[in-house]
């Protein structure tokens, strides 16, 4: 894998913050035959252009996903994806990483999900990890866009080291979790798999359940291509030797911090455009888990936003939940 530090950082430095789906030009782009294999849904997988784009169709037979045909232990991870648009409520893609078909009862798993909506309500997009089989304490994200993300392609990137998971939108980081002491083993650690599905989420996608998928307006097509898988992979068999030199993919080939720039359009986005944070939701959490640094003023914007979940003393209200998947609070 001959990518120079500079080559990546210019990649990400250079590129203008309103460009839409821009593409990692210096980490090569792999075809799906090159990088992944078809996972369910038959013809609901559609390969265009050579296999440079995917289509993905939920309709009332099926849905449909593919996966890398590595395992990978630290990496770069990025796709283009497109949306479908109108009406999407309880329509869910994902792209997202796993090693659950190996690990049952301590998987990892770094996720992107794009919740559907009714028309004329946007798409949200919710960001998660679980670490060692930690499915008791999600660490769920959400937020608005500042795009239509059923317009045109955009650019979703999971960048995994040894030390910082970060989601970044087109070139923007949006989210960034470091691996503390107090996480232990709930940072993800183990080698996975990278997964890209589309499926029916009506229980709880929209509005916590309140609008199911209509099958009046499938197929929905979501679209994939770009796709860039840029890691270190590892042998499934000797699952913990990987087959490259780990330092050189956390240190060298992949920036392993974010400059103070970027660090600015973080901050911007999540204050402008996050709607849901675990850290602050004392329905689940009275105690936050450790790793949450709590900020008064995100902590006031959110009470405003979503007062019940976000609010305090008002915790006669958890005994109505009764799943621990978060609950879809606002359209
Ligand atoms: C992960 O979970 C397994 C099984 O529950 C446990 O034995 C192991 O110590 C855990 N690893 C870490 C790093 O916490
Ligand atoms: C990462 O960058 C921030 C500025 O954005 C800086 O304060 C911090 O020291 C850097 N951390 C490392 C490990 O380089």
Redesign the pocket.
Known sequence: MGFSSFTFLSFLLLLPFSSPSPSPSNLPILSFHEAYNHLFGDANLLLLNHGKSVHLHLDERTGAGFLSQDLYLHGFFSASIKLPADYTAGVVVAFYMSNGDMFENNHDEIDFEFLGNIRGKEWRVQTNIYGNGSTNVGREERYGLWFDPAEDFHQYSILWTDSRIIFYVDEVPIREVKRTASMGGEFPSKPMTLYATIWDGSSWATNGGKYKVNYKYAPYIAEFSEFVLHGCTVDPIEQVFPKCDLTQISEASIP?????A??TKMESFRRKHMTYSYCYDHLRYKIPPAECVLDPQEAKRLQRFDPVTFGRGRRHHAKHRHSSQAEFTSV
């Open positions: 392993n911090n974010i400059t103070t970027k660090r």
